[in-house]
């Protein structure tokens, strides 16, 4: 069964790079049919999307936060990253990577999940 | 990008009632590209419903989803104690890809 799971610092000092790695485990990251993403949910707020890939290279990301962030893939550890740069309290939240598997139905959308990690941006 | 406004904000029902939630997208969803996932404190959320009526792996079918275009519903025909949890909806149509920002369904 698959299982993701994140992890990296949980404090970041404001201005700096916020940086996760996701570990894919039960499956290969290179699955021709899986998009990997991330989620963010801030404090009180509800879920946003950060960003997609294939680990072809394709990727897209949440338009608000483009200038900001980088998603990878290293195929040879099956992870995959999110590099979030010029970090603010505001993007202080629960971090979740997730799995959208592509069927001949369509996309299934974040179908697996990891089980989420803290990262709070304080000095 | 596609702006999704659930309501109500929170219900507030019994173990055994029949639970109605809406999402109303202010454009209209491509190909019902519409999800439903239900979260509670430290857990991830679950995934639901995709394809606004289909039930992704092992989701009961007292879960049942439906709508097109603007309008969708997630029903729960008899709410169990397990089932009090906020839910979300994600369009996944059209990128950005977009959440509602919530129904909490409470006791």
């Known amino acids: 069964q698959l299982q993701l799971q994140e992890s990296g610092p949980g404090l970041v000092k404001p201005s700096k790079t916020l940086s996760l790695t996701c570990t894919v485990s039960?499956?290969?990251?290179?699955?021709?049919?899986?998009?990997w993403g991330w989620i963010r949910q801030p404090p009180g707020k509800g879920l946003e999307w950060i960003g997609t890939i294939h680990y072809g290279g394709t990727t897209s990301y949440n338009p608000s936060l483009r200038s900001r962030v980088t998603i990878s893939v290293d195929t040879s550890k099956n992870q995959f990253s999110l590099d979030l740069n010029s970090v603010t309290a505001a993007d202080t939240a629960v971090y979740f990577c997730?799995?959208?598997?592509?069927?001949?139905?369509?996309?299934?959308?974040?179908?697996?999940w990891g089980q989420g990690t803290r990262v709070t941006v304080s000095s | 990008e596609i702006v999704l406004t659930q309501s109500p904000g929170t219900l507030s029902l019994s173990p055994g009632e029949r639970a109605t939630l809406s999402c109303r997208a202010s454009?209209?969803?491509?190909?019902?590209?519409l999800a439903w996932y239900q979260h509670k404190p430290g857990q991830s959320p679950r995934l639901l419903i995709y394809?606004?009526?289909v039930r992704a792996t092992a989701i009961p079918d007292r879960f049942s989803g439906s709508g097109s275009g603007t309008d969708f519903t997630l029903t729960i025909s008899r709410l169990e104690p397990e089932d009090f949890a906020v839910y979300y909806c994600?369009?996944?149509?059209?990128?950005?890809?977009?959440f509602g920002q919530g129904t909490k369904v409470e006791i």
């Open positions: 994600l369009q996944y149509g059209t990128s950005p890809w977009t």
């Open positions: 039960g499956g290969p990251i290179t699955t021709t049919s899986y998009y």
């Open positions: 454009q209209s969803v491509s190909r019902s590209s």
């Open positions: 394809g606004a009526s």
């Open positions: 997730a799995r959208v598997d592509l069927t001949i139905f369509g996309e299934v959308p974040f179908d697996s």
